[in-house]
C-alpha cells in the first residue's frame, strides 16, 4: 500500500515571514503530499526531532532572516547526529546564490529562491524524497 | 523488519517512527512486526479528544501530556487532521500548538491524514497505539476532528473519549446530529474566557437529561481554558475518574477484549472498503449493470451474486 510523501515544512529561527513556506505548504498538499507544518521559531533541535518522530522523507526550510548558513549546517548535523540523512533537506528564502551554493555542498539537496514555480518544487521532492 | 521491530521495543525513536509508516504501508513483514509488538503491549490507557476545527483539541492535549509527563508517563499522541479528497494531500498543522513537547524526549507526537480510509482510520490508529503502547509510552492521546463517523469509530479504539466545545458556535446542536455526543465521556467547553460558556453548558446539561442516563455514569461538563491554563486539573482529575470507572466496572480482561474486538472489526471493515475501491470490482458489476438495464434482474439479486464473486476473489 502506498503512502503519500511527508514534508515537514518549517521555519528556523526567529524570522517571522512566513508567506512562502504555506504557500509552499499548499502546493505540496494539492500535489498529494501530507505536510507537516510546524510554524514559526523553531529551533533546530525541534525541527530534527519532528522530522524523525514524523518519519519525514523531506524537510523544507523557509529563512529569510540570513541565519540560514548557522540554522541549515545544523539541521544538517543534527541530521547526521541521529542517523537520519537520508532525510532530503530542502531550503528556500532570502539566500544568496554564493551561500545556497555552499549550502548544497554541505548537504542540503536543494535551494529554491524567491519566485521559484511550486511545480518545480514537487518534482524535485516526487524524484529525490527517500521514500 | 525484525531488526527495525527490536530496535523499536528497546525505544529508539528513529525506529518507532519508520516501524509505524511500515505497518501503515502494509510493507513486506509487518505482520510478524505486529505479532512482536502484540508480545510487548501493555493495554495502556487510550484517550480520545475531538471537536470542530478550533476548538482548542490540540493546545487541551497539549496541557494534558504535560500534567501526564509530570507523573513521568511517557506520552504518546497521533494528531488527526482531515486529508483533501480532492489531491489526497493534507496539511497537517495539530503540532504548531503542541511546541512545548517538542523536544522533550518522553513524548512521541505523530501527525496523520484521514487519507480517504473511512472505516480504516480507527484501525490504523489502532495499530500506531498498539506500537507506542509496545514501545514504552504510558498514555496514548488521539486527537481527531469532529466531523462524523470517523470519530465514533475511534470512540471503539479510546476508551475515554473528550468531546471539546467552544461556547456560542452551535457545535452542540451540529454534534449531537453527527453522534458524536454519544461518544463522549467528558465534555469539554473550552475557551471558557469566552461570553456564552454558561448558556453552552445550560444546553449541554439539558441535551444530556433527554438522553438515557439510566444505567451509566453521569457524564461531566468541564469548563476548560487552555490557553488560560483554567479547568486543567479539574479535566485532568475527570479522565482519571474516567479511567477508575473503567477499571472497576470492566475489569482490565474486559477492556482488552473491546479493544481487539473493535479493531477486529476496523480491521475487516477497512479492507471490505478498501476492496470496493479496486478498479476489479468495477469490471465485475458491469454484466450485472446490463442484466439490470434489461430488466433480467433486481437491484437485490445482483448485489447479492457481486458479493459473493467480490468475497471469493478477496479471499484468495
Known amino acids: 500500500m502506498d503512502r503519500p510523501i511527508r514534508v515537514v515544512v518549517a521555519k528556523p529561527g526567529l524570522d517571522g515571514h512566513d508567506r512562502g513556506a504555506k504557500v509552499v505548504a499548499r502546493a505540496l498538499r494539492d500535489a498529494g503530499m501530507e505536510v507537516i507544518y510546524t510554524g514559526l521559531h523553531q529551533t533546530p533541535e525541534?525541527?530534527?526531532?519532528?522530522?524523525?518522530?514524523e518519519d519525514a522523507d523531506v524537510i523544507g526550510l523557509s529563512a529569510l532572516s540570513g541565519a540560514h548558513m548557522t540554522l541549515f549546517q545544523d539541521i544538517l548535523d543534527l541530521l547526521k547526529e541521529k542517523e537520519a540523512?537520508?532525510?532530503?533537506?530542502?531550503?528556500?528564502?532570502?539566500?544568496?546564490?554564493?551561500?545556497?551554493?555552499?549550502?548544497?555542498?554541505a548537504g542540503v539537496a536543494a535551494i529554491f529562491g524567491p519566485g521559484a514555480p511550486t511545480e518545480g518544487i514537487v518534482d524535485f521532492i516526487r524524484k529525490r524524497a527517500k521514500r | 523488519m525484525k531488526n527495525l521491530t527490536t530496535r523499536a521495543l528497546a525505544g529508539?525513536?528513529?525506529?518507532?517512527?519508520?516501524?509505524?509508516?511500515?505497518?501503515?504501508?502494509?510493507?513486506?513483514?509487518?505482520?510478524?512486526?505486529?505479532?512482536?509488538?502484540?508480545?510487548?503491549?501493555?493495554?495502556?490507557?487510550?484517550?480520545?479528544?475531538?471537536?470542530v476545527g478550533g476548538s482548542g483539541k490540540s493546545t487541551l492535549i497539549s496541557r494534558i501530556a504535560q500534567t501526564f509527563r509530570t507523573e513521568g508517563k511517557r506520552v504518546g499522541i497521533i494528531a488527526i487532521d482531515p486529508t483533501s479528497p480532492f489531491s489526497g494531500g493534507a496539511v497537517l498543522g495539530d503540532r504548531i500548538r503542541m511546541t512545548d513537547l517538542i523536544n522533550d524526549e518522553g513524548v512521541f507526537i505523530r501527525s496523520m491524514g484521514t487519507r480517504g480510509m473511512s472505516g480504516g482510520l480507527a484501525s490504523a490508529i489502532s495499530d500506531v497505539a498498539w506500537i507506542l503502547?509496545?514501545?514504552?509510552?504510558?498514555?496514548?492521546?488521539?486527537?481527531?476532528?469532529?466531523?462524523?463517523?470517523?470519530?465514533?469509530?475511534?470512540?471503539?479504539?479510546?476508551?475515554t473519549t473528550i468531546v471539546v466545545l467552544v461556547p456560542g458556535l452551535g457545535d452542540a446542536v451540529q454534534m449531537i446530529k453527527a453522534g458524536i455526543m454519544e461518544i463522549g465521556d467528558i465534555l469539554a467547553v473550552n475557551k471558557a474566557d469566552l461570553p456564552g460558556v454558561e448558556q453552552t453548558v445550560a444546553e449541554l446539561e439539558a441535551m444530556l437529561d433527554l438522553g438515557d442516563q439510566s444505567n451509566k455514569r453521569p457524564i461531566p461538563i468541564v469548563k476548560t481554558s487552555a490557553l488560560e491554563g483554567e479547568g486543567l486539573d479539574v479535566l485532568f482529575e475527570e479522565i482519571c475518574k474516567h479511567r477508575k470507572f473503567l477499571e472497576t466496572t470492566a475489569p482490565h480482561t474486559e477492556l482488552?477484549?473491546?479493544?481487539?474486538?473493535?479493531?477486529?472489526?476496523?480491521?475487516?471493515?477497512?479492507?471490505?472498503?478498501?476492496?470496493?475501491?479496486?478498479?476489479?470490482?468495477?469490471?465485475?458489476?458491469?454484466?450485472?449493470?446490463?442484466?439490470?438495464?434489461?430488466?433480467?434482474?433486481?437491484l437485490h439479486t445482483a448485489s447479492t451474486k457481486l458479493l459473493a464473486e467480490i468475497v471469493e476473489k478477496a479471499l484468495r
Open chain 1, 46 to 53: 525541534m525541527i530534527v526531532d519532528t522530522a524523525i518522530q
Open chain 2, 12 to 51: 529508539n525513536t528513529l525506529s518507532i517512527a519508520r516501524l509505524i509508516s511500515q505497518v501503515e504501508r502494509e510493507a513486506e513483514g509487518f505482520t510478524e512486526a505486529m505479532h512482536l509488538i502484540h508480545q510487548k503491549v501493555r493495554g495502556v490507557p487510550i484517550i480520545g479528544v475531538t471537536g
Open chain 2, 133 to 159: 503502547d509496545a514501545c514504552g509510552f504510558d498514555v496514548i492521546l488521539v486527537e481527531t476532528v469532529g466531523i462524523g463517523q470517523d470519530e465514533v469509530d475511534i470512540a471503539q479504539i479510546a476508551e
Open chain 2, 256 to 298: 482488552r477484549r473491546r479493544r481487539y474486538e473493535g479493531a477486529l472489526m476496523e480491521h475487516v471493515r477497512g479492507r471490505l472498503i478498501r476492496l470496493l475501491s479496486e478498479e476489479f470490482v468495477r469490471e465485475k458489476a458491469q454484466p450485472f449493470v446490463d442484466a439490470l438495464l434489461q430488466g433480467k434482474t433486481d
Open chain 1, 85 to 105: 540523512s537520508d532525510i532530503l533537506v530542502i531550503g528556500g528564502g532570502i539566500i544568496p546564490d554564493d551561500d545556497a551554493r555552499l549550502l548544497e555542498k
